[in-house]
């Protein structure tokens, strides 16, 4: 059966299943139960439905229309992905474009009910739909049963991978001692019950990892705190005796299928129960709200987690010494290997990951490795299959995002490379990316600044010559836990959250020309106070570290287009890669780093 076919297919059998149900429109959100970015195979329910198989993007259907909303990371993935006979795609961010509640609003009668399944929203953008939904007569009604799971006769089933413990060697801080800073959190804000549905809170706070979610160290699980117990809602098949001698008597272990009962039975105690509106699903609202007193507030674990202690710092750092190493020896490849023509974008992909492997406390890529060619470049998250895959020549651009998860940090680093000579057109606009990234790799700023404040600084450059880029500048990371990390962002649609020391986030401006190329350079940076900030009222202030070690293609720099202070950072950072990186090289690959990273 084709594709086309099976969609459509799929498509008319879930409008079978709304009729039953009494709805008039259904949303397919990417999310699992868990609000989770990235989702295991049992609960891709858009991607199934609609084929669309990026990370993120909402599938609403209709008796008579089907669409998917996604952001601009995904507008070329989507357009060739989604068989246009059956699905309409509006790409959000372009001018124009309707958002989803305006469609809704204009396409469905009065009185219209849209379904959805409450564990797929948080409450917060239940919250919002509802509103939105209300204001043009039309109202949602949570399903208690997923209708696309009715229709998915082969669904995979919940991922059994046995959870390991995350020593404290690399932790940094005991489970009893992160219970204790919750629990002081809770006391102070009046909370009986705090509720974790978020993977990468729940395995940071139990110093547990998994491999439940691809690329992720996490494991699907529920927690619920109280004044002086834990539990951690997991399936026990995934358990060993390690792990309950490990967690002691601070901990009580429950199947995952308690959690429901257990939340419950606070509820009906009428406890106070601190539900992390951004984070937790509506369905866990409303096992709550009918009995209980809900607290809907931001969990402060998110910060905690965020803020990296020293050991998790040390650990970072340690990493992107051993990934620098890896990623410069596959830049050294490319330079090799290309010019003899066997060199494919999924061959490539697979030369990086082996380089990595080969690094002490290596654990797996921390995403999908981006190795993109030429026009597979201005695909923000392309990744090479079998289907797309293509030959490396010794021309044009190469975009390589990609990243690691170590025992001891997790890395997230971008290069573009050219293959052979590039056109003045190119280094013109590498240049420019160049400068936004040295222009916030530079920045300084006082407490209390968020990362939404920032994001322009990236962009300066590229505004002033009408060019942009339909994605974040940056975002938090993880250590040894999800590569994109709240509440840290530089992104104009940031919550506002202050950057601290000890949060870890991404510099990555880039600049996609459609069916050309790609650029995009990529470095993480640790958040650190400023010394220098002295007894300044506005103080104290901030500045970056950057923790990637890897070289900048000279070859794509214009210098005409960079200020002396722009080329003594650059020339500086390479000197501090070469200093870094050579003892942990091979002779051929240091020489190669010497050129490299030679002064402009």
């Known amino acids: 059966m084709g594709k086309t076919v099976m969609i459509a297919e799929r498509v008319q059998r879930l409008r079978d299943q709304m009729k039953k149900a009494g709805v008039h429109a259904y949303l397919v959100p990417s999310s699992d139960p868990h609000q989770n970015e990235s989702v295991p195979p049992c609960w891709r329910r858009r991607e199934w439905i609609s084929g669309f198989r990026g990370s993120a993007g909402t599938v609403v259907v209709t008796q008579d229309r089907a669409a998917l909303w996604t952001d601009g990371r995904y507008h070329l ?229 965020a803020m990296k202690n020293p050991v998790e710092l040390r650990g970072m750092r340690a990493c992107h010494l051993r990934d620098g190493a890896a990623l410069v020896r596959f830049l050294h490849w490319l330079y090799e290997e290309v010019p003899k023509g066997k060199v494919t974008e999924c061959s490539a992909a697979r030369t990086l990951e082996s380089f990595r492997s080969e690094m002490d406390y290596w654990q797996g890529p921390s995403f999908e490795t981006i190795v993109a060619y030429n026009a597979h470049g201005a695909v923000i998250h392309y990744t090479p299959t079998p289907r797309t895959d293509v030959p490396l020549a010794p021309e044009g651009l190469l975009l390589v995002d990609s990243g690691g998860h170590y025992l001891d940090g997790t890395t997230d680093v971008t290069r573009t490379v050219a293959l052979g000579p590039p056109s003045p057109e190119q280094r013109r606009r590498f240049t420019l990316v160049l400068k936004g990234h040295i222009r916030l790799a530079r920045t300084r700023f006082p407490r209390g600044t968020p990362g939404r404040q920032l994001d322009a600084l990236a962009r300066t450059y590229l505004w002033e010559e009408d060019l942009d880029y339909r994605h974040g500048t940056g975002h938090g990371v993880g250590a040894y836990l999800n590569v994109h990390e709240a509440p840290p962002s530089l992104s104009p649609k940031g919550d506002g959250t202050p950057l601290e020391p000890g949060m870890v986030v991404s510099n990555e401006p880039g600049y996609y020309e459609e069916g050309r190329y790609g650029i995009r350079i990529e470095s993480m940076m640790e958040v650190v106070e400023d010394p220098k900030s002295g007894s300044s009222p506005y103080g104290p202030f901030y500045k970056f570290e950057v923790m990637t070690l890897a070289p900048i293609d000279r070859r794509l720099v214009d210098p005409r287009l960079l200020t002396p202070d722009e080329r003594i950072w650059l020339n500086s950072y390479h000197a501090r890669v070469r200093e870094a990186l050579t003892p942990l090289l091979d002779q051929e690959t240091r020489q190669w780093l010497a050129k490299a990273t030679e002064p402009l």
């Open 77 to 305: 993935q989507a357009q060739e992905e989604l068989d246009p006979r059956v699905f309409t795609l509006f790409p959000l961010g372009v001018p124009g474009v309707r958002e989803l509640h305006d469609w809704l609003a204009e396409e469905l009668p009065e009185g219209a009910v849209v379904g959805v399944d409450p564990r797929l929203l948080s409450v917060e953008e239940a919250k919002r739909l509802e509103d939105l939904l209300r204001d043009s007569g039309k109202g949602l009604r949570y399903l208690e049963e997923n209708l696309v799971d009715r229709i998915w006769e082969d669904r995979p089933p919940l991922p059994l991978e046995l959870i390991r413990i995350h020593p404290l060697k690399f932790t940094g801080e005991s489970v009893a001692s992160k219970l204790a800073r919750l629990r002081e959190e809770m006391t102070r804000r009046g909370a009986d019950v705090h509720v974790l549905g978020a993977l990468d809170a729940v395995a940071w706070l139990f110093n547990l990892r998994g491999r439940d979610i691809p690329y992720s160290p996490v494991f699907i699980s529920y927690a619920l705190i109280t004044r002086d117990e834990a539990f951690l809602f997991v399936e026990p098949r995934k358990l060993h005796p390690q792990i309950k001698e490990a967690l002691g008597d601070n901990v009580l272990l429950r199947p995952y299928e308690d959690f429901e009962r257990v939340l419950a039975r606070w509820a009906s105690q009428r406890a106070r129960i601190w539900i992390d509106p951004q984070r937790t699903s509506r369905w866990v609202l409303q096992k709550v709200e009918a009995e209980g007193r809900p607290l809907l507030r931001e969990s402060p674990l998110f910060r905690l987690k």
